[in-house]
T-cell receptor, first 110, second 115 residues
Framework: KQEVTQIPAALSVPEGENLVLNCSFT??????LQWFRQDPGKGLTSLLL?????REQTSGRLNASLDKSSGRSTLYIAASQPGDSATYLC?????????FGTGTRLQVFP | NAGVTQTPKFQVLKTGQSMTLQCAQD?????MSWYRQDPGMGLRLIHY???????DQGEVPNGYNVSRSTTEDFPLRLLSAAPSQTSVYFC??????????????FGSGTRLTVV
């Protein structure tokens, strides 16, 4: 059974720091991995999608990497801002199911 | 672009009542699914559909019913609400099936409380 773990569960950093969120999964036979952002009381917003054949994807200040063989992905956020405060979720897709981690709650303070 | 639309946004039910959570998408996505999100449990798959007329169970299907008569709509029915079904429900859709490589689009959620 696929299990997805995110570490740390919570993170509080000052504005301007570069930070790394971690995601690990137990079964490397995935189609792709997707990172989402969730603001309190809101839905999920897709940030980055990495196919199983790719090593990384970039969008603005965000960079996600994937090492499928070791079952790991990282989300790198450069020059963090208070507006980045949210919960970040990673999810792996295998066949027709998307399996989620429990998220990292990020707070960026001014 | 509307994307994935869920209604209602909030609902309070009494134990034993039934209701339908609505989900509609305007992206012509073949795949649609329902998740529930609970504190400490993350998002768990309830039911999913790979196309009109086809549905299947996810991780936590008990107490829920679905049907898919059109590509656009995928309603979730609670047959007899229980307090354990208090949760936030999300609908998601995706282009294609099988090894298609698209990502998921989520609705804004329905917050359900069963008293």
């Amino acid at each position: 059974k696929q299990e997805v773990t995110q570490i740390p569960a919570a993170l509080s950093v000052p504005e301007g720091e570069n930070l790394v969120l971690n995601c690990s999964f137990t079964d490397s036979a995935i189609y792709n991995l997707q990172w989402f952002r969730q603001d309190p009381g809101k839905g999920l917003t897709s940030l980055l999608l990495i196919q199983s054949s790719q090593r990384e994807q970039t969008s603005g200040r965000l960079n996600a990497s994937l090492d499928k063989s070791s079952g790991r992905s990282t989300l790198y956020i450069a020059a963090s801002q208070p507006g980045d405060s949210a919960t970040y979720l990673c999810a792996v897709r295998r066949t027709d199911k998307l399996i989620f981690g429990t998220g990292t709650r990020l707070q960026v303070f001014p | 672009n509307a994307g994935v639309t869920q209604t209602p946004k909030f609902q309070v039910l009494k134990t034993g009542q039934s209701m339908t959570l609505q989900c509609a998408q305007d992206m012509n996505h073949e795949y649609m699914s329902w998740y529930r999100q609970d504190p400490g449990m993350g998002l768990r798959l309830i039911h999913y559909s790979v196309g009109a007329g086809i549905t299947d169970q996810g991780e936590v299907p008990n107490g829920y019913n679905v049907s898919r008569s059109t590509t656009e709509d995928f309603p979730l029915r609670l047959l007899s609400a229980a307090p354990s079904q208090t949760s936030v429900y999300f609908c998601a859709s995706r282009e294609g099936t099988g090894t298609a490589l698209s990502g998921y689009t989520f609705g804004s959620g329905t917050r359900l409380t069963v008293v």
